[in-house]
């Protein structure tokens, strides 16, 4: 098995050298399968890597060979296959191969169609070496990776200049939290002395390092997860980037990339654990980017745009149970969520396919005759994020409720539970006025409308009973079937240094508090659910133009205008700064510095060329001239 | 004959020398023909080569009149050269007036 680790991430990469080298010779149905097949493939060798791991209880470890060696630094391109990574590339490499399929069909039309498979193949390679990486330098190629994918898949629409835009702004504020991570990586490396994660963890456990440097680290890691997880301030990147394709929303602007800022946080619980204030400081952004992601949400009118908000609101959730010290249970949550938001994208690619490219919810309505598969698959999205009990999401935000009421205290639970309300509530609106009511569109809209071909209509379909069953890996112990928790204590298996991977997070509450917290949960989900079918399914109150709304509506549909913000405070500034700095420095110092030494030379050449008469005569008295002075010279 | 050169004081032929190549020189910066131009280098070169084959016999070194032998041989070139060169400006210029040559300027 070790010596097939490292096919996991080439085989990906394979099909991007041949999707990308050759794809325009080749037909649709050849890149879309060579797309596909090498994730599938990759996905076969995941489930090979989990079982083994599974059952020998150790990591696989795998060194391709030696990157690079440089004074004390040794960097080893190798991978660690342990109890969190082989989850994450079963995620990555499964929820992949089924967006892979999708897309086969979502895409047939598009002239881009063998490069997109090769950007698609090209990120899941950099996601699972992000995963797969046994120290900090392949995490970071990795992470640069999937950043420059995400760039390339946002903006595979090019000729619109608009996506281009968002792409660069994915791009920019990745760039920001980048440069987190890396500065995080340099004080580790000058407090530990290493970036493999064996001898950084084990230094760990061994030195006594200073709680400032541990938070220092630890905060600047947390930068690079908020870009790369789009959390306050860093957030505005995720809506934008819907410009891209919609399995690319799926796949990476949903299920996989946008969780890898989780991963970081759960890969490094060693570091964070021994930091109070640094685990403070991620519960409280968590919060406040679940809450206001989920206030923006319940605004807007692009069926996209809201299951975007929806994402940074859900990883909001993530970094508060991350913060709450449960692990675990964010792990948790990024699996189910990874089901039920990729079958809600893909169920809006679905719809958007079916209304020619339409994405306002304004002009949709009544889909539920015309598009029943979707509709279907739809509902089961939309129930699990909700939280409806017993499906997956349920579970999942169920538990990170209940670390927080237990670690963080009631103020805590009441803001994530207001954060669950605000979801069921915008997931609501967004279903209920899509598929319930009467159909807005055009009269060519409705002619158009068609369920998608099967290519699209199956992984929706595997995804939707994945949502529904996803919660059986991480049932309550309350539910006492024998194999409760089963995630957490297979995240909590030994990894390197004989260290659980994820240690267990327990939940120190009494079986009837859990039972009332988890009914709360469900009443709420089920009322609001019912609320929003009683309002949005009446026509009379679909959403009006943005123009037209007042006071706190206005301001969520233009999403506290945190953009304009932006735009005030950094980008004008920069620009402004820009100009003056190319006015002042570049046009008038740095040119007028280079350009006067050459006009000096012109002047001096000018002076001095009226020697050069022509006059033969009068160079020969300066030769003999020249002649006589140099004998005296030599002589006297 | 090594007695005949050798019974004129070396510093004679220094003083002959020196006179020729002054004149050779003066005549170079001075007159505005070019043959005469020419002509005064060959005196230039002569003047050195005659000084070369005196020092030469004084020393009993023969280096010295190879030395002259290839400074007659260069000169023999350079006045072909130096001539036809001549010969094609005076087609130019209908004229061997070097003054007139002061097109080669800024």
Known sequence: MQTLIPLIPFLPLIGFAVNGLFGPRMSKGVSGWIGSGSVLLSFVLSILAFMEVSATHSPIRSEVYHFMSVGNLHISFGFLVDALSSWMMLIVTGIGFLIHVYSIGYMHDDAGFSRFFAYLNLFIFSMLLLIMGDNFVMLFFGWEGVGLCSYLLIGFWFTNR??????????????????????????????????????????????????????????????????K??????????????????????????????????????????????????????????????????????????????LAYSTVSQLGLMFVSLGMGAYASAMFHVTTHAFFKALLFLGAGSVIHAMGGEQDIRNMGGLRKHLPITFWVFLIGTFAISGVPLLSGFFSKDEILAHTFDHGGVIWWALASFSSLLTATYMGRLFFL??????????????????????????????????????????????????????????????????????LTEVHLSASSEWMLMGFASVVALVVLAFTYASYSKPSNVPVPDEQLKGAARVLAYKFYVDELYNALFVRPTEALSKTLHYYVDVWAIDGVVDGVGRGFQTLGATFRRLQNGNIEYYLIGMVAGGIGLLLTYFL | MLEIVRSVPIDYFVYLCTALFAIGVLGVLTRRNAIVVLMCVELMLNAVNLLLAAFSTYLSDAQGQIMVFFIMVVAAAEAAVGLGILVMIYRNTKSTDISLLDNLKW
């Not at chain 1, 619980?269 to 923006?296: D, K, R």
Request: proline share 5%; hydrophobic share 50%; aromatic share 8%.
């Open chain 1, 162 to 227: 608009d996506y281009n835009l968002a792409a660069n702004k994915a791009f920019i504020m990745n760039r920001i939290g980048d440069l987190g991570l890396l500065l995080g990586m340099f004080l580790i490396f000058k407090t530990f002395g290493s970036l493999q994660y064996e001898e950084v963890f084990a230094r760990l456990a061994e030195s006594q390092v200073e709680t400032g440097v541990i938070t220092s680290i630890c905060l600047l890691l947390f930068v690079g997860a908020i870009g």
């Open chain 1, 434 to 503: 899509t598929f319930f009511g009467s159909f807005r569109g055009t009269h060519e809209q409705a002619h158009h409308l068609h369920e998608s071909p099967p290519s699209m209509t199956i992984p929706l379909v595997a995804l939707a009973v994945l949502s529904v069953v996803g919660g059986l890996i991480n049932l309550p112990h309350i539910f006492h079937t024998g194999s409760t928790q089963w995630l957490a204590h297979w995240l909590s298996g030994t990894g390197i240094n004989h260290q659980p991977v994820v240690p």
């Open chain 1, 229 to 306: 997880s789009a959390q306050i301030p860093l957030f505005t990147w995720l809506p934008d980037a819907m410009a891209g394709p919609t399995p690319v929303s799926a796949l990476i602007h949903a299920a996989t990339m946008v969780t890898a800022g989780i991963y970081l946080v759960a890969r490094c619980n060693g570091l964070f654990s021994l930091s109070h204030e640094a685990l403070q400081v991620v519960a409280v952004v968590g919060m406040a980017t679940s809450v206001l992601a989920a206030l923006i949400g319940l605004q807007q009118n692009d069926i996209k745009k809201v």
